[in-house]
């Protein structure tokens, strides 16, 4: 999961509007993927979060304030489940702040249930 966190925070770093929509939806699938195994609570929400915005990055032409909403709640959900985290605390908490930077709050958000129910990229084996 280190490639994940180094990659995600370069796009951070570097600005997520310098980062292509189909390299940001890659990105949001290997997420999805890592943590569609995962039993802390509150998983399930940003494995949520995470299929509505790869389905946005997807779109020729993302809708940004949905995009921005999405990376607020994501960056929240995911500071509060780092302390519940195995390993990595200190990453993801890192990460989850700089998600909620990156974003922006938008507490009239709805939820995508339709893109939760179908994650694209199938659970990987070990």
């Keep these: 999961m280190a490639v994940k966190f ?13 980062t292509k929509p189909t390299k940001g939806a890659d990105m949001v699938e290997d997420w999805e993927a890592a943590l569609a195994d995962t ?28 995009v921005h909403a999405l990376l607020h ?4 959900a995911t500071t509060k489940i780092a302390d ?4 990595s605390q200190d990453k993801l908490k890192a990460l989850g702040e700089a998600l909620t930077e ?19 990229r199938a659970r990987k084996k070990a």
């Design 6 to 18: 180094a990659g995600t925070m370069n796009a951070i770093n570097r600005g997520l509007d310098a």
């Design 39 to 66: 039993e802390v609570s509150g998983a399930k929400g940003i494995l949520r979060d995470l299929g509505s915005l790869r389905k946005q990055l997807e779109r020729d032409e993302p809708d940004a304030d949905r």
């Design 73 to 76: 709640r994501l960056g929240t």
């Design 84 to 87: 519940k985290a195995d390993k």
């Design 102 to 120: 990156a974003g922006e709050d938008a507490p009239d958000e709805e939820e995508d249930v339709a893109a939760a129910a179908a994650p694209k």
